[in-house]
Structures are given as structure tokens and as C-alpha cells.
């Protein structure tokens, strides 16, 4: 039997981590002078913003052990389970800074100076087969249930949000998915009643401000019970709170948060165009000043796509051009709070009284059902001039109010990730200790305990840096929008991978709609993709940051 890693022994892993990610940063900012070259080192630039995400992401890990357990809030398993996370993100980061060694001009001497053989040692014990299956055999007896101990308000808001997903979404959510549904407007009352739509939104506009924390803490246990039903619907009305409180005038915020926070309006996000991803600055579609039966305002004209929850929405944060000279890029976009009627079907059209339209058409997707992502055509559509986010003053600055709001939204997505992860070991973990098979129940199985073990690990650490930039943007907001970015990027994976080995353990039933699984496994996949895919987060949001300095 190998013995795990000590916790004594992890904390200084981590130092050998730190030491190689540093010499790895330095080396890479002098190749891309700052980042200013990163284009022409893609791949070099990617390989670090991963190695650092997962450094952030294993240092959190222990130190969020160590505070439970000088509040004597902790147990052996959450330790092994810690040390288990630490030692798959350690193995990760040396592979990933390994492959780029001749990149970054390292030889197999400075690797071994860097992160010597004892580090390794270290790392590969603290994820071993025994330490993965022992956390596994824990996992299949408690079903998988994630137990982390929080404070007492976190543990009530944990708490009564799993109450209402168990009771209200789980339900319905296989249902919604397979039927390809609109989300039921009970459940949109049900989490209006209970304010998570104002979790983020000041008391002052009538919020409950929580904090961040509260609200990912939210969103995990929504996405747990249903990505698409349930786990999304607070993000929307959260991106287009945060770009308000962070540039909107003060009669838009007496005007419009009480009314987000209230659920009394839905909110849908309209930046994407068919053609433009995100390359967001060299969006097309275009808002005029005009007129309109007297009334002072702006004309919108243009395609949008990918706007979820278009149909039902009664507002949509639309970013638009309103400096026609192209080349401005970002500096020329604005952003709208256009309104719109409700729509409950997968096609709608709007007319407006004056002659403008909007229509828009669902694009059938293989998951993430239930609120509908659609593709939009406003062909001079009205909004009034008020509806223009802070006015005069932010005209052509639309740009930076939408990143802030979507720094908020990777945070969201981030909660989002952990709990499909979640869902996936819980389902695994119920699969296997049901099924026979050769006479035992699969649980039972070597191969079965470590995988198991290592999807709770993965998990473990993805939630360690989601928690630790719900924090951090409690704090500060604009300094916290890189480490939102990594935790979106981590997390993202982590459910991409931990779903997919709990379909494989599912055998032949893990790809039957029957089973819960085979949806999560299609939710999972859009995660890496919205709110920033994947290797724009590497390279033009985590990468630029780290190496900027």
C-alpha cells in the first residue's frame, strides 16, 4: 500500500508549484514581451494560463481546509479529499509546463530544480489509487452528497435553495429537457418568492445582497437539480444588474433593479451576432438617434444569436454600434435595455405601433434546454432614449459596462459548472451502488472506487477557486474579474470530464435518456463555450492578465 501524501507534505508541493509556475511566467512574459506577442505564442500562452489557473485553484484548495479546520469544521475524508484535488493539479501543471518546456527553454536539470523529484513524489501519492479509492468507497456510502461545511448563513442559504431545487425543479427538469420546454412560470415564481433574482442587487433597489458567495452558492444547487431549468435563469438578470450598478444613472437603477430583483421582469443578454462570436468589438448591428411618433430615441437595426431566454425575456441588454466609423471597434458600442413582449414559443415576431420588428427563432441545440437560445433580427426597432445604460455620459462605452457584467457572468457559470459536477457524482454514485454485476454490486469494483474518487477530487478543487472568486468579487469586483475568468475555465472542464467518466461508469445505460446522466453529459459541453469559450478566456482574458504583469 502507498501511503497519501500528509497535509504537511502537500503544503510544500505547493511551494514547488508556485517555484515552477513563477520561472514558467517569467520566461514566458520576456518571449511575448508582456503579452504584447502573445498571439504568436498561442499555444505557449494557453498552456500557462491553465498552469496558473491551477496553481490559484490548489493553494485555495488547502487553505480553505486549513480555516474548517481550526473552526473544527472538518473530518479525515475532507482532508483526503483536499490533498486528492492538490495532487491531480499538481500531476496537471508539471505535464502541461513540461510540454512547453523547449518553448520556454527549460532542460530536463532546471525542470528537476524546479519541481524536484520529491515534489513529484509527493504529488503522485497525494492522488494514488489507494487515496482515490478510499475517497471513493466514501463517496458511494454517503451517495455523494456534497457535505462541505459553510458558515451558518451560507449553510442556510445552501440549505433552503436545495430544498427548492429537490422539491420544485428535479421534477420537472427531465421533462423540460426531453420535451424541449419553456421553463414553467412556476418555477420562475417559486425563486422570485425566495429572491435569488436579487441576491446581487443592493437592499437600497430592492435586493437582498448576500453577497457572491450566496449567490453561487445558489446557482450550484439550481444547476445541480437542472442546468437549463433552473441553474442559468439568475444569470441573466445578474449581468444586466451588474452593468447598470456599474455605469447606469440613478434613475435607471430606481427603475429597473427593483424590478430584476423582484422577478418581475425576465432579462435576455443580446451581444453575439451570427457572424461575430467573440470578437464582441466588431459587432454590426447598429442603433440611430430617431424619432419616432415624437418621441426622442434610437432605431436599432441588425442581427443578434445565441440569446438565451430571448422569447420569454421582457428586456434584452442589447449591445449595439452607435458610432458608424468601424474602426473604433469597442469604443463605438453602447449598450440598451430594449423591451419586448413576452413569448412562450420557439418562433416569435413583435411589431411595434410606430413600424419597427423584432422576430426570433430557437436554434435547436442537443442540450442546455429549457430557456431557449435564439437568433434575433431587429429591423427598425425602437427604444426610447432613457433606455440607453447611463445615458449621455456612456454613450460609445456600452463595451466596458457588458465586460463587467459578463466578468460577473463567468463567475456565475463557474457556480453553474460545480453543480453539474455535483449532479454527476451523485448520479454515479447511486448507478454503481445499485447495479450488479459478476456478482457484486459495481461499487465494489477497484476501477469503479478510484474513478469515483477522483470525479470528487476534481470537483473539490474546481469548487475551491468558484468559492474563492465569489469572495474575492465581494471585494473588489474589477480585481477579481481575472481569477472569475480561471475558476469559469477550470470549473467549465471539470464537468465536461467528471459527467462524462460518471456516463462511462453508467455503462450502456449512461447513454439512455432514462437516466440523468446522459443530460447532464449534454448540458456539461456548452460550458466551456458561453460566457467566454474557452480559448478566449486562455489567451485574451487569463493569459493578457499574467502576462502583463
Same mark, same amino acid.
Given at each position: 500500500?502507498?501511503?497519501?501524501?500528509?497535509? &504537511?507534505?502537500?503544503?510544500?508541493?505547493?511551494?514547488?508549484?508556485? $517555484?515552477?509556475?513563477?520561472?514558467?511566467?517569467?520566461?514566458?512574459?520576456?518571449?511575448?514581451?508582456?503579452?504584447?506577442?502573445?498571439?504568436?505564442?498561442?499555444?505557449?500562452?494557453?498552456?500557462?494560463?491553465?498552469?496558473?489557473?491551477?496553481?490559484?485553484?490548489?493553494?485555495? $484548495?488547502?487553505?480553505?481546509?486549513?480555516?474548517?479546520?481550526? &473552526?473544527?469544521?472538518?473530518?479525515?475524508?475532507?482532508?483526503?479529499?483536499?490533498?486528492?484535488?492538490?495532487?491531480?493539479?499538481?500531476?496537471?501543471?508539471?505535464? /502541461?509546463?513540461?510540454?512547453?518546456?523547449?518553448?520556454?527553454?527549460?532542460?530536463?536539470?532546471?525542470?528537476?530544480?524546479?519541481?524536484?523529484?520529491?515534489?513529484?513524489?509527493?504529488?503522485?501519492?497525494?492522488?494514488?489509487?489507494?487515496?482515490?479509492? =478510499?475517497?471513493?468507497?466514501?463517496?458511494? &456510502?454517503?451517495?455523494?452528497?456534497?457535505?462541505?461545511?459553510?458558515?451558518?448563513?451560507?449553510?442556510?442559504?445552501?440549505?433552503?435553495?436545495?430544498?427548492?431545487?429537490?422539491? &420544485?425543479?428535479?421534477?420537472?427538469?427531465?421533462?423540460?429537457?426531453?420535451?424541449?420546454?419553456?421553463?414553467?412560470?412556476?418555477?420562475?415564481?417559486?425563486?422570485?418568492?425566495?429572491?435569488?433574482?436579487?441576491?446581487?442587487?443592493?437592499?437600497?433597489?430592492?435586493?437582498?445582497?448576500?453577497?457572491?458567495? =450566496?449567490?453561487?452558492?445558489?446557482?450550484?444547487?439550481?444547476?445541480?437539480?437542472?442546468?437549463?431549468?433552473?441553474?442559468?435563469?439568475? $444569470?441573466?438578470?445578474?449581468?444586466?444588474?451588474?452593468?447598470?450598478?456599474?455605469?447606469?444613472?440613478?434613475?435607471?437603477?430606481?427603475?429597473?433593479?427593483? /424590478?430584476?430583483?423582484?422577478?418581475?421582469?425576465?432579462?435576455?443578454?443580446?451581444?453575439?451576432? !451570427?457572424?461575430?462570436?467573440?470578437?464582441?468589438?466588431?459587432?454590426?448591428?447598429?442603433?440611430?438617434?430617431?424619432?419616432?411618433?415624437?418621441?426622442?430615441?434610437?432605431?436599432?437595426?441588425?442581427?443578434?444569436?445565441?440569446?438565451?431566454?430571448?422569447?420569454?425575456?421582457?428586456?434584452?441588454?442589447?449591445?449595439?454600434?452607435?458610432?458608424?466609423?468601424?474602426?473604433?471597434?469597442?469604443?463605438?458600442?453602447?449598450?440598451?435595455?430594449? !423591451?419586448?413582449?413576452?413569448?412562450?414559443?420557439?418562433?416569435?415576431?413583435?411589431?411595434?405601433?410606430?413600424?419597427?420588428?423584432?422576430?426570433?427563432?430557437?436554434?435547436?441545440?442537443?442540450?442546455?434546454?429549457?430557456?431557449?437560445?435564439?437568433?434575433?433580427?431587429?429591423?427598425?426597432?425602437?427604444? !426610447?432614449?432613457?433606455?440607453?445604460?447611463?445615458?449621455?455620459?456612456?454613450?460609445?462605452?456600452?463595451?466596458?459596462?457588458?465586460?463587467?457584467?459578463?466578468?460577473?457572468?463567468?463567475?456565475?457559470?463557474?457556480?453553474?459548472?460545480?453543480?453539474?459536477?455535483?449532479?454527476?457524482?451523485?448520479?454515479?454514485?447511486?448507478?454503481?451502488?445499485?447495479?450488479?454485476?459478476?456478482?457484486?454490486? @459495481?461499487?465494489?469494483?477497484?476501477?469503479?472506487?478510484?474513478?469515483?474518487?477522483?470525479?470528487?477530487?476534481?470537483?473539490?478543487?474546481?469548487?475551491? @477557486? $468558484?468559492?474563492?472568486?465569489?469572495?474575492?468579487?465581494?471585494?473588489? !469586483?474589477?480585481?477579481?474579474?481575472?481569477?472569475?475568468?480561471?475558476?469559469?475555465?477550470?470549473?467549465?472542464?471539470?464537468?465536461?470530464?467528471?459527467?462524462?467518466?460518471?456516463?462511462?461508469?453508467?455503462?450502456?445505460?449512461?447513454?439512455?435518456?432514462?437516466?440523468?446522466?446522459?443530460?447532464?453529459?449534454?448540458?456539461?459541453?456548452?460550458?466551456?463555450?458561453?460566457?467566454?469559450?474557452?480559448?478566449?478566456?486562455?489567451?485574451?482574458? @487569463?493569459?493578457?492578465?499574467?502576462?502583463?504583469?
Amino acid at each position: 500500500m502507498t501511503q497519501q501524501a500528509s497535509l &504537511e507534505e502537500t503544503k510544500q508541493l505547493l511551494v514547488s508549484m508556485t $517555484t515552477l509556475l513563477e520561472e514558467a511566467v517569467t520566461r514566458a512574459r520576456d518571449i511575448t514581451e508582456k503579452g504584447k506577442t502573445l498571439d504568436d505564442h498561442q499555444v505557449l500562452t494557453s498552456r500557462i494560463a491553465y498552469a496558473s489557473t491551477e496553481a490559484i485553484a490548489a493553494h485555495q $484548495t488547502i487553505e480553505d481546509l486549513e480555516g474548517r479546520q481550526a &473552526e473544527g469544521r472538518s473530518d479525515d475524508h475532507d482532508e483526503r479529499v483536499s490533498i486528492a484535488a492538490v495532487g491531480e493539479l499538481a500531476n496537471s501543471l508539471y505535464a /502541461r509546463v513540461s510540454a512547453a518546456a523547449v518553448d520556454l527553454g527549460l532542460d530536463e536539470a532546471a525542470l528537476d530544480r524546479l519541481f524536484p523529484a520529491a515534489a513529484r513524489d509527493t504529488a503522485r501519492r497525494a492522488c494514488s489509487q489507494e487515496a482515490l479509492r =478510499a475517497i471513493g468507497v466514501r463517496v458511494c &456510502e454517503t451517495k455523494g452528497s456534497n457535505d462541505l461545511p459553510l458558515d451558518e448563513m451560507h449553510e442556510q442559504v445552501r440549505e433552503q435553495v436545495r430544498d427548492f431545487a429537490a422539491n &420544485e425543479v428535479m421534477p420537472r427538469a427531465e421533462h423540460i429537457h426531453r420535451q424541449d420546454d419553456l421553463v414553467p412560470e412556476e418555477l420562475l415564481e417559486g425563486m422570485a418568492e425566495l429572491g435569488f433574482f436579487g441576491l446581487s442587487i443592493p437592499e437600497e433597489y430592492g435586493g437582498v445582497e448576500m453577497g457572491n458567495l =450566496a449567490m453561487i452558492l445558489t446557482t450550484e444547487e439550481l444547476s445541480r437539480a437542472s442546468l437549463a431549468a433552473a441553474g442559468s435563469l439568475i $444569470t441573466r438578470p445578474e449581468i444586466l444588474a451588474k452593468a447598470l450598478l456599474g455605469g447606469g444613472t440613478e434613475e435607471q437603477k430606481q427603475e429597473w433593479l427593483p /424590478r430584476l430583483a423582484s422577478g418581475e421582469i425576465m432579462a435576455g443578454i443580446s451581444v453575439t451576432e !451570427p457572424d461575430i462570436g467573440s470578437d464582441v468589438a466588431s459587432l454590426k448591428c447598429k442603433a440611430e438617434r430617431g424619432t419616432v411618433d415624437g418621441e426622442e430615441g434610437w432605431i436599432i437595426n441588425g442581427p443578434k444569436a445565441w440569446c438565451t431566454f430571448a422569447g420569454r425575456a421582457d428586456v434584452l441588454a442589447l449591445l449595439a454600434r452607435t458610432d458608424p466609423d468601424v474602426s473604433k471597434g469597442q469604443k463605438g458600442l453602447s449598450l440598451f435595455i430594449v !423591451p419586448k413582449e413576452r413569448s412562450f414559443d420557439h418562433e416569435f415576431e413583435f411589431a411595434q405601433p410606430g413600424g419597427g420588428k423584432i422576430t426570433g427563432k430557437a436554434d435547436a441545440t442537443p442540450g442546455y434546454r429549457g430557456m431557449h437560445s435564439y437568433t434575433l433580427q431587429l429591423e427598425d426597432y425602437f427604444v !426610447p432614449l432613457d433606455n440607453l445604460v447611463g445615458g449621455e455620459a456612456q454613450l460609445n462605452r456600452g463595451f466596458y459596462l457588458q465586460m463587467a457584467g459578463f466578468a460577473a457572468g463567468r463567475l456565475q457559470t463557474a457556480g453553474r459548472a460545480c453543480g453539474l459536477a455535483q449532479a454527476s457524482v451523485e448520479e454515479t454514485a447511486k448507478y454503481v451502488v445499485d447495479r450488479d454485476q459478476f456478482g457484486q454490486p @459495481i461499487s465494489q469494483f477497484q476501477l469503479t472506487e478510484y474513478t469515483l474518487g477522483r470525479m470528487a477530487a476534481r470537483t473539490a478543487g474546481a469548487r475551491a @477557486i $468558484t468559492y474563492a472568486a465569489a469572495r474575492a468579487f465581494d471585494e473588489d !469586483p474589477r480585481s477579481a474579474s481575472t481569477l472569475a475568468a480561471q475558476a469559469k475555465l477550470l470549473a467549465c472542464d471539470v464537468a465536461v470530464l467528471v459527467s462524462q467518466e460518471g456516463q462511462v461508469m453508467h455503462g450502456g445505460w449512461g447513454y439512455a435518456e432514462e437516466y440523468p446522466i446522459s443530460r447532464y453529459v449534454v448540458d456539461a459541453t456548452v460550458l466551456p463555450i458561453f460566457e467566454g469559450v474557452k480559448p478566449i478566456l486562455e489567451l485574451k482574458v @487569463i493569459g493578457r492578465a499574467i502576462l502583463a504583469g
